[in-house]
Each structure stands twice: as C-alpha cells, then as structure tokens.
C-alpha cells in the first residue's frame, strides 16, 4: 500500500514533471518530422525552448530520451489492448 498516493505533488515536482514533458514532446514532434538520428540535441532544446543543461538534467543521452519516448508508448498500447480485451470480454 502506498501511503503517499493521497498526497498531491509539491510545486517542485509539478515543475519537474511539466518540464520533462516539454522537453519530451517537443523531441517527439522533431522525430517524427526528421527521424530520431538526425535529430540532434540542440535542435530538441530549441525546440522546447530549454538549454542543453536541462536537457542532460532530465535525460543522459538522446537514447535515455528515447527509451522513456518507447517506454510511454508501451505503457499506452498496454492500457488499450487491456481495456479491448475487457470490453471482448463483456460482450461474450
């Protein structure tokens, strides 16, 4: 059981979590227009708006960014295919 899952998140982590996402979407369009490998760094912290130490701040490498980009992804198809198969499972 997990006894702070009642508790909302600091400023600090909202933050955090806000610029983590910036820097991620902001990577993702830019993948998809040019391909993770010739997406370069700096061009994902123009994007987001952020410099490059910020970027390292959150993610190592371009790959850790990518791996979390795979990751969130997994994570969303796995949510889907669950809530089908439930509803398959309804419906039988």
Request: glycine share 4%; hydrophobic share 35%; charged share 35%.
């Amino acid at each position: 059981m997990d006894i702070h899952k009642d508790i909302p998140p600091s400023r600090r982590d909202r933050k955090k979590k806000e610029m983590e996402e910036k820097i991620l979407q902001a990577a993702l369009a830019l993948f998809r227009i040019q391909g993770l490998e010739s997406t370069t760094v700096d061009e994902i912290t123009e994007k987001a708006d952020v410099g490059r130490g910020t970027f390292f701040n959150y993610f190592p490498t371009k790959d850790d960014l990518f791996l979390r980009i795979s990751e969130r992804v997994v994570a969303e198809m796995a949510s889907f295919l669950e809530k089908q198969w439930r509803r398959m499972s309804d419906t039988y």
